[in-house]
């Protein structure tokens, strides 16, 4: 028997799950910004005037500029944790099967029951 896409018992589960994919992503890009200020900003005050910034350091401060705060500190909206949720999920789903891919897989799991009953049949008239 088909399974149902929609049951209206599973949008609990799909909501509790929408608000674990936020706060997920947001838990994650305030530990980034925290990250990214320890390494673009207080590193290298830390280790003085004459110094070079690390190659993550200038990786991180090329890649994730924050001209908007003059790269005093690391600042995102929820627009962000939209979007890093949204391409976290997908990334994390599976494709749905076609109905030529479900045809298929039934075709094999019917083959491979009737190869077992052949076989049964083969090993009870011999023994």
């Not at 673009?40 to 005050?45: A, G, T």
């Not at 004459?50 to 090329?62: D, E, R, T």
């Not at 908007?68 to 749905?96: C, P, Q, R």
């Not at 099967?97 to 799991?109: A, H, L, V």
């Amino acid at each position: 028997m088909a399974r149902r896409v929609f049951s209206p018992w599973m949008l609990p589960l799909a909501l509790l799950q929408a608000f674990f994919m936020l706060t997920l992503s947001g838990i994650w890009l305030w530990g980034f910004g925290l990250f990214w200020t320890f390494m673009v900003v207080e590193l290298p005050k830390d280790l003085g005037p004459y110094s070079q910034m690390s190659s993550l350091s200038m990786f991180l401060h090329g890649a994730f500029p924050m001209r908007d705060t003059n790269d005093v500190k690391y600042e995102f909206k929820f627009d962000h944790v939209l979007i890093l949720a949204s391409v976290m999920t997908l990334m994390m789903m599976g494709w749905a099967p076609t109905r030529s891919e479900i045809e298929e897989e039934d075709d094999k799991e019917l083959a491979k029951a009737n190869k077992k009953s052949k076989a049964k049949k083969l090993a009870k008239a011999l023994g």
